[in-house]
């Protein structure tokens, strides 16, 4: 019972997360291709809870086999650019009248010329008092990967 408990609460607290996508030009990474990452902070002051969100997007990515431990082009370039997460203590509190969580990054492909061969943003936000920092991280960086391997 506990645990069927615990799945459902999961699960409405992910859901209780929305995300948008919008792909200026398209690119779906060819099979077994592999990239160099770079992740920059344009976005936000959190230092702490950004280095979480550049670590949860890389796990993603290696998990999809998208990134190399290399530096070298082709590479996955993600800027940040929006970053504001409530603290649990004023979600708890104040719930929706705390603000909107919010995470905008845009992310840029760019092949071993050199050139730039894709790129997307990615914006996800919770706007009620339900969810979690880390099932906002989780979804930007599903997204992030879904559009990535999108053909």
Known sequence: MLRSFALAASILLLAACSTTST????????????YAYSFSNQGGDDAEGIARLDGVIQSHLRQAGLI?????????????KHYYVRSNGARFWAGIMAGRD???SDVRVIDASGSQVGNFE???????AWGTTDGLMEKHAEELVAQLKAS
Request: aromatic letters at 2%; proline letters at 6%; hydrophobic letters at 40%.
């Open 102 to 104: 919010k995470i905008v």
């Open 68 to 80: 190399n431990a290399g530096s070298a082009n082709p590479k996955i370039e993600v800027v940040l």
């Open 122 to 128: 990615v914006e996800t936000f919770n706007s009620t």
């Open 23 to 34: 792909v200026h030009q398209a690119h779906s990474a060819p099979a077994g291709q592999t």
